[in-house]
């Protein structure tokens, strides 16, 4: 079945920046429109950004429009996502699955942002 892992989040001031990474482990992408959700303490997981399995498409939630950057390594098995401009209302879990969502959820990756 293979695994999701995100990495890459921490604690940044108010416009500052951070790089996500999603790996599949024992599995790969496949053909899979990939995407990246969301969730804030005491809030439903939301859409955040997707890329299409040749990166053709993309696609992002309003909210992070102009801020934020996903891409993808099929070859590696790996999403990213840049987020540039932070501010305290993206501080929340950040998963990665495909669009659907389809696949099992990982553990996550905090980012908080300090005002």
């Known amino acids: 079945q293979g695994q999701l892992v995100e990495s890459g989040g921490g604690l940044v001031q108010a416009g500052g920046s951070l790089r996500l990474s999603c790996a599949a482990s024992g599995r790969t992408f496949g053909y899979y429109t990939m995407a990246w959700f969301r969730q804030a303490p005491g809030k439903e997981r939301e859409f955040v950004a997707a890329m299409s399995w040749t990166g053709g498409n993309t696609y992002y939630a309003d909210f992070v429009k102009g801020r934020f950057t996903i891409s993808r390594d099929n070859a590696k098995n790996t999403m990213y996502l840049q987020m540039n401009s932070l501010k305290p209302e993206d501080t929340a879990v950040y998963y990665c699955?495909?669009?659907?969502?389809?696949?099992?959820w990982g553990q996550g990756t905090q980012v908080t942002v300090s005002s």
């Open positions: 699955n495909t669009r659907s969502p389809s696949l099992g």
